[in-house]
């Protein structure tokens, strides 16, 4: 069972350099948020750091105040049963449709019953229609 929404993720796009993770995870811990999904990649000398969290005007804040850019970027959250296969029936799914994902990162643990998905799409409203049938 597929439980798919919009949703908003925080992206911070930084100079890449050690301990950066590091400096932004403590700036969202201080403020007490879960960060529900996370995904970090770096190209070149920059690194792109995205958060789906509890709350993201709260994030924003604390980022912009440690002088940060961060932004906030629609997503489509996507709530699977975490069991092999989902990754696969949810692309499958998209890609029926013609939806081209963009950038895609997930959360599972093994004892969690539930993983979440966070993906940018070429048609993310079409995407959540499709994967809530």
């Known amino acids: 069972m597929l439980k798919a ?8 796009r930084v100079t890449n350099e050690i301990g950066v993770i590091n400096q932004i995870s403590k ?8 960060a529900l999904a996370v995904n970090g990649e770096v190209e070149g000398r920059t690194a792109t750091m995205r958060f789906v969290t509890e709350d993201n005007l709260r ?9 940060y850019a961060p932004r906030e970027s629609e997503c489509v959250i996507v709530e699977v049963l975490n069991k092999p296969g989902m990754l696969r029936s949810v692309t499958e799914k998209l890609a029926a449709e013609s939806i081209d994902i963009h950038h895609l990162y997930a959360t599972a643990a093994e004892d969690e019953k539930h993983s979440l998905l ?16």
């Open 118 to 133: 966070a993906f940018d799409s070429s048609n993310n409203d079409h995407a959540v229609v499709v994967l809530n049938r």
């Open 27 to 34: 700036v969202i811990a201080e403020k007490g948020i879960n």
């Open 5 to 12: 929404r919009l949703g908003k993720e925080i992206v911070v």
């Open 59 to 67: 994030i924003g804040d604390a980022l912009r105040a440690k002088h």
